[in-house]
């Protein structure tokens, strides 16, 4: 009992985790089954053919490379970024800017991409895909590396280690659950990347989710689509579990302070890490500055056409319309992401700190990150044969064009919030508790205002992901309620200059709205939670 | 309130029941691809004579569109569809996606284009693919049939979209299959291969990047495209600076039909007829860059000259279609190696 009395009990845990895992089970999990079930419906021959085919093996083996070399160049890429973020003064604009490729669309990403890299091919598809995702791993091991108390990197640097010993001795391994969490998405992002590695590596470099597309939508050959999905799914399941193993061994207490205490200019070799960092900032803003100025290639045209449908009409909604529109549905998404994100990783962090077993909170923790690693198109598809079993058959409402992205969002918000949560120092709580807080006493009085920060920063990535979020909507999504990325996906498929270059200035219109929305998520933690 | 929506629907998976159905409902669901476009005038003009409301619902290409409607066909999700293509007409026929019903419209014209005689499917429009050319970059030297493009003259100035990924792509190859016949053309391909011809995997990059004829200004002036694209490259002179090379089109079809198991089904068929009508026909090219399915309808402007109807474009059965593309897509890519 003593144990229990420091925090939530069990119970309470697993009725908190009980929401996010019903909904995963509804809206991910059953349409996920029955799609899978349909393949295997003429006899399991057809699928036990394409697993036996040397094609397959080396599609799975193409893909777990790509996705590997991609999480590689992000993780490289993103941590001098993540520096910047933590240590250096001054960077709540870098904080924005490395957000802003995550909203692109992927078809103008590759194109701009295509016309750097002429040959496309698998460099092509590594940096593209590195490009989306600095952004997680920079703000996910920015956030908690903000935290970090700086004396025990002081004292290595006092008792004579290097910068270099004192960082990967010290710090490094401070920083490792985040680490992992970020690698692990940006892993699941890139295994799943679609529009990039379509435009990019063409039929010669084909991956599990372009090749499960194909299957799907062109070939209509439902049993090699299915075979394709299980491969997928349990190689994501065997990344995960990989993932979670390596976390249990790394995960612990950090005594994190507030980030006032730890930022400070950078000093002697610490310029090298910043200017590292500046340095993928410029190599991140270079192409979305090609974008913008691409957008002014016919002058103002292109921003006065937003206000309209497009040439003759090309669409059903004005480009102002659409951008409302993915502002209202990404504000559904990202609320709805909340509530289960945080009811999660309230579950699992108790669940942790109880005497369950800690293959039960793997299980769940793997469990929710699942949907980022399965195809859209199966998850698409699988609405369609199940979702009119329910009251109101969501299958052709709109309520489910947010209720797919906050599929896609939870997981970021769990990823962002658990290593902090899990690194606030047990002490720190039975302290409290035994000055006599109660159990919600002690979550309000020490683990919200620790990860209040992250809770914020996470909200604010998943209402990025969630505006650009391209495969799921496109798929589900009804034209008068189009969003931006489906507005341009369809300009950049019409002929006519002028959807072009309307399709380039809505790029940029969904840029700026995706700053403003961060900047303004930024500025509220300065009113809402404090820190210390 | 629109906050609200995933609570509400949370609310609905939950068992709790929000709201009723109206007792009349006068809906029809019209499912269709992402092309699918509809002058509203005209659309609001059938809505307030008949009194019923057209909902349109888009899902992808004309692939994904057949593919939907033959996973939901126990429970359709809608009442009629629209843009089903000659490429994937076979594959809904033969799953029984659509119920018979001959529309009093169709024989003004859809007639010609009928998959089979049994009425299930009518055809609404048709749209070519065609060579399109850039004469200008090509200083006037304009290639006109398939044998030119294989002419050293034009080495590496022809750009394609990959048949398996792109469905442009797909008709160019099958207008290669009617014209050359099944043993000449892979040999075909092989030749343009050899003169240097780009493989691009999707229209965006082949048109918008690599044609030098668009707002792109790419290096390559002569691309795969639609018969109508042409109509929206009009300079301001008025007319248009590229062409499409009308002996080198393959026909796309695209059919209507009303929905197996439809809630509404009488409604439907007077949608079906509003589809084949002439006011609906008229707004087809200008909506949706393809060429009425109904006879004697007048063609913008802009399109007479940029535009006409190519005269003897190539075809193959729907039947051929769905039986063998998939063998030809991949002796494609051994030939051409993609």
Known sequence: ?532 | MRRLVPLVALAVVAGCSVGGEAPVDRTVVLVTHDSFDVDQAVLDEFEARTGITVAPRKSGDAGALTNQLVLTKANPIGDVAFGVDNTFASRALDEGVFAEYRSPEADKGPQRYAVDGSGRLTAVDVGDVCVNVDPAALGGEVPKTFEDLADPKYKDKFVVEDPATSSPGLAFLLGTVAHYGEQGWADYWGRLKANGVKVVSGWEEAYTQEFSGSSGKGPRPIVVSYASSPSAEVGEDGKARTAALLDTCFRQVEYAGVLNGAKNPEDAKKVLDFLLSEPFQKTVPEKMYVYPAREGVALPDAWTAAAPLPEQPATLPAADIAAQRQRWIEQWRSTVGG
């Open chain 1, 1 to 532: 009992m003593a144990q229990h009395r420091r925090g939530l009990r069990p119970a309470a845990a697993l009725a908190f985790a009980a929401v996010p895992l019903g909904f995963l089970a509804v809206f991910f999990a059953w349409p996920v089954a029955a799609i899978v079930r349909l393949g295997f419906g003429s006899g399991a021959a057809g699928v036990l053919r394409v697993l036996g085919e040397g094609a397959t093996w080396r599609l799975v083996g193409f893909t777990l490379a790509q996705a590997a070399a991609s999480t590689a160049v992000a993780v490289l890429a993103g941590l001098p970024v993540a520096f910047l973020l933590a240590r250096v003064p001054g960077s709540a604009l870098v904080r924005v800017a490395v957000l802003v490729p995550f909203v692109l669309p992927t078809v103008v990403v590759g194109l701009a991409f295509k016309a750097l890299l002429p040959d496309g091919g698998v460099v092509a598809i590594v940096l593209a895909n590195a490009f989306f995702n600095v952004a997680v791993v920079a703000r996910t091991v920015g956030g908690l590396w903000a935290h970090v108390d700086r004396r025990a990197e002081d004292a290595a640097r006092a008792l004579g280690a290097s910068r270099w010993r004192a960082f990967t001795s010290v710090t490094l391994p401070a920083l490792t659950p985040a680490l992992g969490s970020a690698a692990a998405v940006v892993f699941l992002f890139c295994a799943t990347s679609f529009g990039v590695v379509l435009l990019l590596g063409g039929a010669r470099h084909r991956t599990l989710e372009t090749e499960i597309y194909l299957r799907t939508v062109e070939l209509l050959d439902l049993p090699g689509a299915a075979a394709l999905s299980l491969v997928q799914f349990l190689a994501v399941v065997g990344v995960l579990v990989v993932g979670a193993v390596a976390r249990r061994r790394r995960e612990n207490a950090l005594s994190l302070r507030g980030q006032a205490e730890t930022v400070r200019r950078p000093r002697g070799g610490e310029w090298v890490a910043a200017g590292l960092g500046y340095a993928v900032v410029v190599l991140l803003v270079v192409p979305i500055v090609t974008l913008v100025v691409r957008s002014f290639a016919g002058g103002t045209a292109g921003y006065e056409a937003l206000a309209g449908t497009g040439f003759r009409g090309s669409l059903q909604v004005t480009g102002l319309e659409a951008a409302l529109n993915s502002v209202r549905v990404a504000t559904d998404a990202t609320l709805l992401a909340l509530v289960l994100g945080v009811l999660a990783s309230v579950a699992l962090v108790t669940l942790g700190r109880s005497r369950v077993r800690p293959g039960v909170v793997e299980a769940v923790d793997t469990a929710l990150m699942l949907p980022l690693g399965v195809s859209a198109v199966t998850v698409g598809f699988g609405y369609l044969v199940t979702l009119d079993a329910l009251p109101g058959d969501l299958r052709t409402s709109a309520a489910l064009v947010p209720l797919a992205q906050a599929l896609v969002v939870t997981p970021l918000v769990v990823r962002t919030l658990l290593p902090v949560l899990r690194s606030v120092d047990e002490r720190l709580r039975q302290a409290a508790a035994t000055l006599g807080a109660g159990p919600w006493r002690v979550w309000r009085e020490v683990d919200v205002p620790l990860a209040g920060r992250s809770l914020l920063a996470s909200a604010a990535f998943g209402y990025v992901v969630a505006l650009g979020e391209f495969g799921a909507t496109s798929f589900l999504v009804r034209p008068d309620t189009a969003t931006l990325p489906v507005v341009i996906g369809r300009l950049v498929a019409r002929p006519g200059e002028l959807n072009n270059q309307m399709a380039y200035a809505a790029c940029t219109l969904l840029m700026g709205v995706t700053v403003v929305i961060a900047l303004l998520v930024e500025r509220l933690r300065v009113r809402g939670v404090g820190e210390f």
